[in-house]
């Protein structure tokens, strides 16, 4: 099979030198590669850890046979929370978006997680034209994360300024096949 992860914000393992713990996309594509599969994992060339670019430009690597890690453009930020983050997303939603238009070769299926909401809704629909099955995989509850940062009382405003990310949300778990 010809699986796709989407995974924006993890460790891969071209960074420090393969020196950092893979986390859940990590393990897996090297799980899904032994047993036979291609994989290519669709991530940001931001290194969300380490805060700095890896790449320019989108870039695809080889990590082994039959499995690569697909970097996507991207703006950078300094804060996890911030206005870049939010450019940051946008970046890289419409470089996967264009990215992903361009590979010839469509998956079997996809794995998209949560966040990036925004990546994660073109990635659905990326599926949904193509009828490819998708799975979300649901790792932190966003938008939801905004409402505990701020006092109880600015909880009006931050419900305001979340409706477009949770009309999202719920877009991206009504068409996934299935959510993790």
Request: hydrophobic fraction near 40%.
């Amino acid at each position: 099979m010809r699986i796709w992860l989407v995974q924006r914000a993890e460790s891969t393992p071209h960074d420090d030198g393969g020196d950092r713990r893979l986390l859940r996309i990590g393990i897996l594509a090297d799980i899904l590669q032994s047993e036979g599969h291609e994989v290519i994992w669709w991530t940001s060339a931001f290194d969300h850890v380490g805060k700095r670019k890896r790449y320019r430009q989108s870039t695809r690597v080889m990590v082994k046979e039959n499995y690569y890690i697909h970097y996507l453009k991207c703006f950078g930020y300094k804060k996890n929370i911030s206005l870049s983050r939010f450019i940051d997303n946008h970046v890289v939603t419409n470089q996967f978006k264009k990215d992903a238009s361009l590979d010839d070769k469509k998956p079997d299926i996809i794995l998209t997680s949560v966040p990036s909401v925004e990546l994660s809704q073109i990635v659905v629909r990326y599926a949904y034209k193509n009828k490819i099955p998708v799975v979300l995989d649901i790792r932190d509850l966003w938008p939801d994360v905004f409402a505990e940062l701020l006092p109880k009382s600015f909880l009006w405003l931050v419900n305001i300024l979340t409706r477009p990310m949770r009309n999202s949300l719920i877009y991206i778990c009504s068409n996934a096949t299935a959510i993790s």
